[in-house]
Protein backbone atom coordinates (compact mmCIF):
# COMPACT_ATOMS: atom_id res chain seq x y z
CA UNK A 1 0.00 0.00 0.00
CA UNK A 2 1.29 3.33 -0.59
CA UNK A 3 2.50 5.52 1.69
CA UNK A 4 -0.12 8.27 3.48
CA UNK A 5 -1.21 11.25 1.42
CA UNK A 6 -0.72 14.81 2.49
CA UNK A 7 -3.53 17.07 3.82
CA UNK A 8 -5.03 18.02 0.70
CA UNK A 9 -5.78 14.85 -1.23
CA UNK A 10 -7.44 13.40 2.11
CA UNK A 11 -9.54 16.14 1.89
CA UNK A 12 -10.48 15.15 -1.87
CA UNK A 13 -11.54 11.82 -0.62
CA UNK A 14 -13.32 13.46 2.45
CA UNK A 15 -14.98 15.64 -0.65
CA UNK A 16 -14.02 18.54 1.35
CA UNK A 17 -14.18 21.06 -1.00
CA UNK A 18 -10.58 23.52 -1.47
CA UNK A 19 -12.75 26.52 -2.30
CA UNK A 20 -15.68 28.03 -0.52
CA UNK A 21 -17.70 30.39 -2.34
CA UNK A 22 -17.03 33.74 -0.61
CA UNK A 23 -19.88 36.40 0.36
CA UNK A 24 -18.98 40.03 -0.33
CA UNK A 25 -15.97 41.16 1.43
CA UNK A 26 -18.15 44.84 2.06
CA UNK A 27 -21.73 45.53 2.39
CA UNK A 28 -23.75 48.20 3.31
CA UNK A 29 -27.09 49.42 5.32
CA UNK A 30 -28.92 52.39 5.83
CA UNK A 31 -30.08 53.32 9.29
CA UNK A 32 -32.71 56.25 9.95
CA UNK A 33 -30.35 58.48 11.99
CA UNK A 34 -26.91 57.10 11.05
CA UNK A 35 -26.91 56.98 7.62
CA UNK A 36 -25.15 54.62 5.89
CA UNK A 37 -23.42 52.12 7.78
CA UNK A 38 -20.38 49.91 5.95
CA UNK A 39 -19.48 46.34 6.99
CA UNK A 40 -16.39 44.52 6.00
CA UNK A 41 -15.95 41.33 5.96
CA UNK A 42 -12.83 39.92 7.81
CA UNK A 43 -12.53 36.53 7.00
CA UNK A 44 -9.07 35.36 8.50
CA UNK A 45 -10.18 37.43 11.78
CA UNK A 46 -7.28 39.79 11.78
CA UNK A 47 -9.18 42.67 13.31
CA UNK A 48 -10.39 40.37 16.13
CA UNK A 49 -7.21 39.40 16.74
CA UNK A 50 -5.54 42.71 17.13
CA UNK A 51 -8.37 43.78 20.00
CA UNK A 52 -7.65 40.84 21.60
CA UNK A 53 -4.14 41.24 21.82
CA UNK A 54 -4.42 45.31 22.54
CA UNK A 55 -6.75 44.18 25.36
CA UNK A 56 -4.12 42.04 26.85
CA UNK A 57 -1.49 44.18 26.21
CA UNK A 58 -3.10 46.81 27.79
CA UNK A 59 -3.92 44.02 30.89
CA UNK A 60 -0.68 42.70 31.52
CA UNK A 61 1.89 45.34 31.60
CA UNK A 62 -1.34 48.23 33.16
CA UNK A 63 -1.30 45.80 36.11
CA UNK A 64 2.74 44.67 36.14
CA UNK A 65 3.35 48.78 36.15
CA UNK A 66 0.49 49.73 38.51
CA UNK A 67 0.48 47.28 40.87
CA UNK A 68 2.58 44.33 41.04
CA UNK A 69 6.43 46.20 40.52
CA UNK A 70 5.34 48.80 43.16
CA UNK A 71 4.20 46.53 45.32
CA UNK A 72 7.35 44.29 44.70
CA UNK A 73 9.52 47.45 45.59
CA UNK A 74 7.83 47.80 49.15
CA UNK A 75 8.43 44.26 49.65
CA UNK A 76 4.70 42.87 49.85
CA UNK A 77 5.58 39.97 47.11
CA UNK A 78 8.12 38.31 46.17
CA UNK A 79 10.26 37.89 42.98
CA UNK A 80 8.65 34.56 42.45
CA UNK A 81 5.38 35.73 42.27
CA UNK A 82 6.49 38.23 39.62
CA UNK A 83 7.88 35.45 37.71
CA UNK A 84 4.81 33.82 37.60
CA UNK A 85 2.79 36.48 36.92
CA UNK A 86 4.73 37.27 33.79
CA UNK A 87 4.72 33.09 32.71
CA UNK A 88 0.96 32.98 32.55
CA UNK A 89 0.85 36.50 30.65
CA UNK A 90 3.41 34.83 28.19
CA UNK A 91 1.72 31.39 28.11
CA UNK A 92 -1.70 33.42 27.43
CA UNK A 93 0.04 35.01 24.32
CA UNK A 94 1.44 31.53 23.13
CA UNK A 95 -2.13 30.28 23.20
CA UNK A 96 -3.66 32.76 21.54
CA UNK A 97 -0.84 32.70 18.82
CA UNK A 98 -1.34 28.85 18.36
CA UNK A 99 -5.37 29.23 18.15
CA UNK A 100 -4.95 31.58 15.71
CA UNK A 101 -2.79 29.85 13.79
CA UNK A 102 -4.62 27.07 14.06
CA UNK A 103 -6.84 25.46 11.14
CA UNK A 104 -10.17 24.90 12.10
CA UNK A 105 -11.24 22.51 9.16
CA UNK A 106 -13.11 23.04 6.05
CA UNK A 107 -16.86 24.56 6.05
CA UNK A 108 -18.82 23.33 3.59
CA UNK A 109 -20.67 25.52 1.62
CA UNK A 110 -24.02 24.63 2.44
CA UNK A 111 -23.84 26.13 5.36
CA UNK A 112 -21.64 29.28 4.92
CA UNK A 113 -23.75 32.32 5.76
CA UNK A 114 -23.19 35.77 4.44
CA UNK A 115 -24.79 39.48 5.36
CA UNK A 116 -25.40 41.36 1.89
CA UNK A 117 -27.76 44.72 2.51
CA UNK A 118 -29.37 44.20 6.04
CA UNK A 119 -30.06 40.28 4.76
CA UNK A 120 -28.62 37.05 5.82
CA UNK A 121 -27.83 34.66 3.19
CA UNK A 122 -27.90 30.55 4.14
CA UNK A 123 -29.31 28.03 4.77
CA UNK A 124 -33.23 28.67 6.29
CA UNK A 125 -35.32 26.13 8.21
CA UNK A 126 -38.19 26.55 6.02
CA UNK A 127 -36.27 26.08 2.03
CA UNK A 128 -37.64 23.96 -0.15
CA UNK A 129 -34.25 23.12 -1.51
CA UNK A 130 -32.87 21.31 1.13
CA UNK A 131 -34.30 17.87 2.14
CA UNK A 132 -32.60 17.72 5.53
CA UNK A 133 -34.33 21.78 6.38
CA UNK A 134 -37.50 20.28 8.23
CA UNK A 135 -35.32 18.15 10.37
CA UNK A 136 -32.90 20.40 11.36
CA UNK A 137 -35.48 22.93 12.19
CA UNK A 138 -37.28 20.25 14.40
CA UNK A 139 -34.04 19.43 16.38
CA UNK A 140 -33.41 23.01 16.92
CA UNK A 141 -37.22 23.93 18.20
CA UNK A 142 -38.64 20.68 19.45
CA UNK A 143 -36.97 19.79 23.07
CA UNK A 144 -36.44 16.56 21.94
CA UNK A 145 -32.77 15.79 21.08
CA UNK A 146 -31.61 14.86 24.72
CA UNK A 147 -34.66 12.21 24.22
CA UNK A 148 -33.55 10.69 21.12
CA UNK A 149 -29.92 11.33 22.45
CA UNK A 150 -30.81 8.43 25.25
CA UNK A 151 -32.46 6.18 22.79
CA UNK A 152 -29.49 6.02 20.81
CA UNK A 153 -27.30 5.93 23.91
CA UNK A 154 -30.09 2.79 24.68
CA UNK A 155 -29.30 0.93 21.32
CA UNK A 156 -25.90 -0.04 22.41
CA UNK A 157 -24.74 -1.77 25.93
CA UNK A 158 -22.80 0.51 27.68
CA UNK A 159 -19.56 -1.36 27.80
CA UNK A 160 -19.88 -1.32 23.76
CA UNK A 161 -20.85 2.49 24.00
CA UNK A 162 -17.53 3.05 25.68
CA UNK A 163 -15.73 1.11 22.87
CA UNK A 164 -17.09 2.85 20.33
CA UNK A 165 -16.75 6.07 21.57
CA UNK A 166 -12.92 5.08 21.67
CA UNK A 167 -12.90 4.71 18.31
CA UNK A 168 -14.68 7.44 16.97
CA UNK A 169 -12.04 9.56 19.06
CA UNK A 170 -8.71 7.61 17.81
CA UNK A 171 -10.25 8.21 14.06
CA UNK A 172 -11.21 12.23 14.92
CA UNK A 173 -7.66 11.84 16.01
CA UNK A 174 -6.19 10.65 12.83
CA UNK A 175 -7.99 13.29 10.51
CA UNK A 176 -6.13 15.97 13.50
CA UNK A 177 -2.39 14.76 11.97
CA UNK A 178 -4.01 15.12 8.18
CA UNK A 179 -5.11 18.58 9.21
CA UNK A 180 -8.79 18.19 9.24
CA UNK A 181 -10.30 19.05 12.78
CA UNK A 182 -13.86 17.72 12.98
CA UNK A 183 -16.52 16.77 15.98
CA UNK A 184 -19.21 14.06 15.91
CA UNK A 185 -21.67 16.43 15.29
CA UNK A 186 -20.07 17.94 12.03
CA UNK A 187 -18.44 14.98 10.02
CA UNK A 188 -16.87 15.38 6.85
CA UNK A 189 -18.52 12.64 4.47
CA UNK A 190 -16.36 9.65 4.23
CA UNK A 191 -14.95 7.65 1.72
CA UNK A 192 -13.74 3.52 1.28
CA UNK A 193 -10.38 4.71 0.87
CA UNK A 194 -9.70 7.40 4.15
CA UNK A 195 -10.87 3.99 5.77
CA UNK A 196 -8.17 2.21 3.82
CA UNK A 197 -5.99 4.55 5.69
CA UNK A 198 -7.21 4.74 8.87
CA UNK A 199 -6.97 0.90 8.86
CA UNK A 200 -2.64 1.52 7.72
CA UNK A 201 -2.63 4.21 10.45
CA UNK A 202 -3.86 1.68 13.30
CA UNK A 203 -2.12 -0.98 12.26
CA UNK A 204 1.45 0.45 11.44
CA UNK A 205 1.31 3.34 13.67
CA UNK A 206 -0.59 2.72 16.48
CA UNK A 207 0.28 -0.82 16.80
CA UNK A 208 -3.43 -2.43 17.52
CA UNK A 209 -4.77 -5.65 17.30
CA UNK A 210 -7.17 -6.70 14.50
CA UNK A 211 -9.94 -7.16 16.90
CA UNK A 212 -9.32 -3.71 18.22
CA UNK A 213 -9.42 -1.81 14.32
CA UNK A 214 -12.55 -4.42 13.27
CA UNK A 215 -14.02 -3.23 16.28
CA UNK A 216 -13.21 0.44 16.07
CA UNK A 217 -14.48 0.19 12.65
CA UNK A 218 -17.66 -0.68 14.15
CA UNK A 219 -17.80 2.17 16.36
CA UNK A 220 -17.22 4.83 13.09
CA UNK A 221 -20.16 2.98 11.02
CA UNK A 222 -22.25 3.48 13.86
CA UNK A 223 -21.20 6.90 14.55
CA UNK A 224 -22.25 7.71 10.66
CA UNK A 225 -25.02 5.99 11.13
CA UNK A 226 -25.82 7.88 13.87
CA UNK A 227 -25.26 11.54 12.32
CA UNK A 228 -26.81 10.56 8.62
CA UNK A 229 -23.42 11.35 6.96
CA UNK A 230 -22.18 9.64 3.90
CA UNK A 231 -20.37 6.35 4.54
CA UNK A 232 -19.02 3.87 2.24
CA UNK A 233 -21.17 1.37 4.39
CA UNK A 234 -24.66 2.77 2.49
CA UNK A 235 -23.87 1.13 -0.78
CA UNK A 236 -21.96 -1.73 0.84
CA UNK A 237 -18.65 -0.72 -1.18
CA UNK A 238 -16.04 -2.02 1.55
CA UNK A 239 -14.60 -5.05 -0.59
CA UNK A 240 -11.55 -3.31 -0.11
CA UNK A 241 -11.63 -2.56 2.76
CA UNK A 242 -12.42 -5.86 4.11
CA UNK A 243 -9.65 -7.01 1.93
CA UNK A 244 -7.54 -5.24 3.85
CA UNK A 245 -8.70 -6.04 7.52
CA UNK A 246 -8.20 -9.71 6.47
CA UNK A 247 -4.21 -8.73 5.05
CA UNK A 248 -3.66 -7.74 8.94
CA UNK A 249 -5.04 -10.37 10.67
CA UNK A 250 -2.91 -12.25 8.27
CA UNK A 251 0.21 -10.62 9.50
CA UNK A 252 -0.56 -10.17 12.57
CA UNK A 253 -1.61 -14.41 13.08
CA UNK A 254 -3.48 -15.45 16.34
CA UNK A 255 -2.88 -13.90 19.43
CA UNK A 256 -5.69 -15.30 21.58
CA UNK A 257 -4.21 -15.51 25.03
CA UNK A 258 -4.97 -19.01 26.82
CA UNK A 259 -8.12 -19.29 29.44
CA UNK A 260 -7.75 -22.18 31.91
CA UNK A 261 -11.09 -23.04 33.13
CA UNK A 262 -11.70 -23.23 36.81
CA UNK A 263 -13.00 -26.83 37.26
CA UNK A 264 -14.96 -28.64 40.26
CA UNK A 265 -11.41 -29.27 41.37
CA UNK A 266 -10.13 -25.98 41.18
CA UNK A 267 -13.48 -24.72 43.21
CA UNK A 268 -13.18 -26.79 45.79
CA UNK A 269 -9.66 -26.35 46.67
CA UNK A 270 -10.10 -22.21 46.43
CA UNK A 271 -13.21 -22.72 49.00
CA UNK A 272 -11.28 -25.11 51.22
CA UNK A 273 -8.51 -21.95 51.31
CA UNK A 274 -11.33 -19.31 51.99
CA UNK A 275 -12.59 -21.32 54.51
CA UNK A 276 -8.86 -21.52 56.40
CA UNK A 277 -8.90 -16.99 55.44
CA UNK A 278 -7.38 -15.59 53.21
CA UNK A 279 -8.77 -11.61 53.51
CA UNK A 280 -11.39 -10.91 56.77
CA UNK A 281 -14.49 -13.23 57.37
CA UNK A 282 -16.49 -11.24 55.07
CA UNK A 283 -14.28 -10.79 51.94
CA UNK A 284 -13.80 -14.88 52.01
CA UNK A 285 -17.44 -15.26 52.41
CA UNK A 286 -17.90 -12.82 49.38
CA UNK A 287 -15.51 -14.13 47.56
CA UNK A 288 -16.94 -18.21 48.08
CA UNK A 289 -20.56 -17.16 47.53
CA UNK A 290 -19.40 -15.34 43.99
CA UNK A 291 -17.52 -18.05 42.76
CA UNK A 292 -20.08 -21.08 43.51
CA UNK A 293 -22.78 -19.11 42.30
CA UNK A 294 -20.75 -17.98 39.05
CA UNK A 295 -19.71 -21.95 38.67
CA UNK A 296 -23.23 -23.32 38.92
CA UNK A 297 -25.26 -20.56 37.38
CA UNK A 298 -22.41 -20.46 34.19
CA UNK A 299 -22.28 -16.73 35.14
CA UNK A 300 -20.58 -14.46 33.17
CA UNK A 301 -17.66 -11.85 34.75
CA UNK A 302 -19.85 -8.54 33.82
CA UNK A 303 -23.31 -10.45 35.33
CA UNK A 304 -22.48 -10.39 39.01
CA UNK A 305 -19.97 -7.29 38.97
CA UNK A 306 -20.48 -3.50 37.63
CA UNK A 307 -18.62 -0.67 37.28
CA UNK A 308 -21.94 1.58 37.80
CA UNK A 309 -24.70 0.38 40.04
CA UNK A 310 -28.02 0.12 37.92
CA UNK A 311 -30.48 -1.85 40.59
CA UNK A 312 -32.90 -2.53 37.06
CA UNK A 313 -30.41 -4.27 35.34
CA UNK A 314 -27.53 -5.62 37.80
CA UNK A 315 -28.14 -8.38 40.60
CA UNK A 316 -29.72 -6.93 43.68
CA UNK A 317 -31.02 -8.05 46.86
CA UNK A 318 -34.37 -8.85 46.07
CA UNK A 319 -32.90 -10.96 42.64
CA UNK A 320 -32.44 -13.34 44.74
CA UNK A 321 -35.62 -15.81 46.31
CA UNK A 322 -35.31 -19.03 47.90
CA UNK A 323 -38.20 -22.01 48.58
CA UNK A 324 -40.10 -22.71 52.08
CA UNK A 325 -37.60 -25.59 52.31
CA UNK A 326 -34.41 -23.35 51.74
CA UNK A 327 -33.83 -26.24 48.91
CA UNK A 328 -33.33 -23.97 46.02
CA UNK A 329 -32.40 -20.16 45.31
CA UNK A 330 -33.90 -18.50 42.21
CA UNK A 331 -31.80 -16.14 40.75
CA UNK A 332 -33.54 -13.23 38.10
CA UNK A 333 -31.01 -12.64 35.74
CA UNK A 334 -32.40 -8.93 35.09
CA UNK A 335 -29.86 -8.81 31.90
CA UNK A 336 -27.66 -10.25 30.01
CA UNK A 337 -25.18 -10.54 27.12
CA UNK A 338 -27.54 -12.49 25.16
CA UNK A 339 -30.50 -10.68 26.52
CA UNK A 340 -30.37 -7.38 25.13
CA UNK A 341 -33.94 -6.49 25.74
CA UNK A 342 -33.72 -7.46 29.20
CA UNK A 343 -36.86 -9.64 29.29
CA UNK A 344 -34.77 -11.28 32.49
CA UNK A 345 -34.36 -14.53 32.95
CA UNK A 346 -34.57 -17.07 35.86
CA UNK A 347 -31.36 -19.51 37.20
CA UNK A 348 -32.67 -21.89 39.75
CA UNK A 349 -29.81 -23.38 42.18
CA UNK A 350 -30.46 -26.52 43.72
CA UNK A 351 -28.47 -27.30 47.48
CA UNK A 352 -25.63 -29.96 47.15
CA UNK A 353 -26.09 -31.90 50.45
CA UNK A 354 -23.30 -34.29 48.91
CA UNK A 355 -21.14 -31.59 48.55
CA UNK A 356 -21.64 -28.96 51.22
CA UNK A 357 -18.04 -27.53 50.56
CA UNK A 358 -18.99 -26.08 46.99
CA UNK A 359 -23.01 -25.52 47.63
CA UNK A 360 -24.15 -22.78 46.13
CA UNK A 361 -27.59 -22.49 47.78
CA UNK A 362 -25.59 -22.99 51.62
CA UNK A 363 -23.02 -20.35 50.74
CA UNK A 364 -25.77 -17.56 49.82
CA UNK A 365 -27.57 -18.34 52.82
CA UNK A 366 -24.31 -17.89 54.71
CA UNK A 367 -23.62 -14.73 52.90
CA UNK A 368 -26.98 -12.81 53.26
CA UNK A 369 -27.21 -13.40 56.54
CA UNK A 370 -23.95 -11.55 56.85
CA UNK A 371 -24.51 -9.40 54.04
CA UNK A 372 -27.70 -7.93 55.59
CA UNK A 373 -25.96 -6.55 58.53
CA UNK A 374 -24.53 -3.81 56.23
CA UNK A 375 -27.63 -2.84 54.32
CA UNK A 376 -31.17 -4.64 53.62
CA UNK A 377 -32.62 -2.59 50.97
CA UNK A 378 -34.11 -4.88 48.57
CA UNK A 379 -33.10 -2.69 45.79
CA UNK A 380 -28.89 -2.37 47.11
CA UNK A 381 -26.31 -4.52 45.13
CA UNK A 382 -25.80 -8.45 46.03
CA UNK A 383 -22.73 -8.44 46.00
CA UNK A 384 -21.25 -5.70 48.17
CA UNK A 385 -17.21 -4.54 48.81
CA UNK A 386 -16.28 -3.38 52.02
CA UNK A 387 -16.63 -0.03 51.32
CA UNK A 388 -20.62 -0.29 50.83
CA UNK A 389 -20.00 -0.15 47.16
CA UNK A 390 -21.28 -2.86 44.34
CA UNK A 391 -18.46 -5.15 43.25
CA UNK A 392 -16.39 -4.32 40.46
CA UNK A 393 -14.82 -6.57 37.71
CA UNK A 394 -11.72 -5.43 38.98
CA UNK A 395 -12.18 -6.03 42.85
CA UNK A 396 -13.17 -9.69 41.81
CA UNK A 397 -10.36 -10.52 39.82
CA UNK A 398 -7.58 -9.26 41.52
CA UNK A 399 -8.99 -11.09 44.92
CA UNK A 400 -9.58 -14.16 42.72
CA UNK A 401 -5.89 -13.79 41.37
CA UNK A 402 -4.59 -13.83 44.85
CA UNK A 403 -7.04 -16.89 45.99
CA UNK A 404 -5.98 -18.87 43.47
CA UNK A 405 -2.36 -18.54 44.16
CA UNK A 406 -2.60 -19.30 47.45
CA UNK A 407 -4.34 -22.27 46.91
CA UNK A 408 -0.99 -23.37 44.50
CA UNK A 409 -2.33 -22.42 41.05
CA UNK A 410 -0.80 -20.12 38.74
CA UNK A 411 -3.11 -17.56 38.09
CA UNK A 412 -1.62 -15.82 34.82
CA UNK A 413 -4.30 -17.44 32.55
CA UNK A 414 -7.27 -17.43 34.69
CA UNK A 415 -9.58 -14.80 34.85
CA UNK A 416 -13.77 -14.03 35.22
CA UNK A 417 -14.55 -16.30 32.13
CA UNK A 418 -13.16 -19.42 33.18
CA UNK A 419 -15.82 -20.29 35.58
CA UNK A 420 -18.19 -20.31 32.24
CA UNK A 421 -15.42 -22.17 30.95
CA UNK A 422 -14.74 -24.44 33.89
CA UNK A 423 -18.43 -25.37 34.34
CA UNK A 424 -18.85 -26.10 30.38
CA UNK A 425 -15.88 -28.47 31.09
CA UNK A 426 -16.98 -30.19 34.23
CA UNK A 427 -20.25 -30.81 32.93
CA UNK A 428 -18.76 -32.34 29.37
CA UNK A 429 -16.56 -34.54 31.67
CA UNK A 430 -19.47 -35.37 33.88
CA UNK A 431 -21.03 -37.01 30.75
CA UNK A 432 -24.36 -34.18 31.10
CA UNK A 433 -25.91 -34.48 27.59
CA UNK A 434 -24.98 -31.08 25.82
CA UNK A 435 -28.76 -30.14 25.33
CA UNK A 436 -28.58 -29.65 29.13
CA UNK A 437 -25.44 -27.89 28.77
CA UNK A 438 -26.65 -25.42 26.26
CA UNK A 439 -29.73 -24.80 29.01
CA UNK A 440 -27.08 -24.53 32.21
CA UNK A 441 -25.08 -22.11 29.95
CA UNK A 442 -28.00 -20.06 28.39
CA UNK A 443 -26.51 -20.60 24.82
CA UNK A 444 -29.05 -20.69 21.85
CA UNK A 445 -26.37 -22.33 19.71
CA UNK A 446 -23.66 -24.92 19.67
CA UNK A 447 -20.89 -22.58 20.38
CA UNK A 448 -20.74 -24.04 23.91
CA UNK A 449 -18.53 -26.41 22.09
CA UNK A 450 -15.61 -23.43 22.10
CA UNK A 451 -15.40 -23.44 26.26
CA UNK A 452 -15.10 -27.24 26.83
CA UNK A 453 -11.44 -28.04 27.08
CA UNK A 454 -10.58 -31.58 26.89
CA UNK A 455 -8.60 -33.10 29.62
CA UNK A 456 -5.13 -34.67 29.03
CA UNK A 457 -6.55 -37.66 31.05
CA UNK A 458 -9.98 -38.03 28.78
CA UNK A 459 -7.50 -38.37 25.78
CA UNK A 460 -5.59 -40.71 27.73
CA UNK A 461 -7.80 -42.72 28.26
CA UNK A 462 -9.53 -42.76 25.14
CA UNK A 463 -6.21 -43.61 23.44
CA UNK A 464 -5.99 -46.73 26.12
CA UNK A 465 -9.32 -47.48 25.02
CA UNK A 466 -8.40 -47.87 21.00
CA UNK A 467 -5.15 -49.92 21.97
CA UNK A 468 -7.24 -52.45 23.87
CA UNK A 469 -9.33 -53.09 20.87
Known amino acids: MKSMRNAGELMELLQLPDKIPRPLAVSTMRCPLLGRIHFVRDPKGIMQLL ?7 YGTFSSL ?9 EGY ?22 VSTLNPGRIPPSTAVSIHDGEIQGSSPFRRQDPHSVSSFVAATVPLNRNLDELWNSALASSTHTVYQAGCNVFLGF ?20 LLYFVTYCHYTLKLRYATIKTYLCGIRFMYLKYDMTNPWINGSTTRLETIIKAIKKLQGSSSRTRLPISITVLSDMCIRLNQGVFNPYIDLLMKTACCMAFFAFLRCGEFTCDAYNPTIHLSINS ?32 LYEAPLCCPVRTLLQYLVLRNQRTSNPLDPLFLMPNGVAMDRKFFIDHLKLVLHRSGYDH ?14 TAATAGIPDHLIKTLGRWSSDCYNRYIRTEQRSIHQAQLAMAQL
Open 51 to 57: CVFIYWL
Open 65 to 73: FIIILPRYA
Open 77 to 98: ISGIFVTAFMSISLLCLTSLVR
Open 175 to 194: LMTCSIVCSFANLPNLTEDV
Open 320 to 351: VAFNKELSTASVCLKASKTDPFRKGVIITLHR
Open 412 to 425: TNYNGHSFRIGAAT
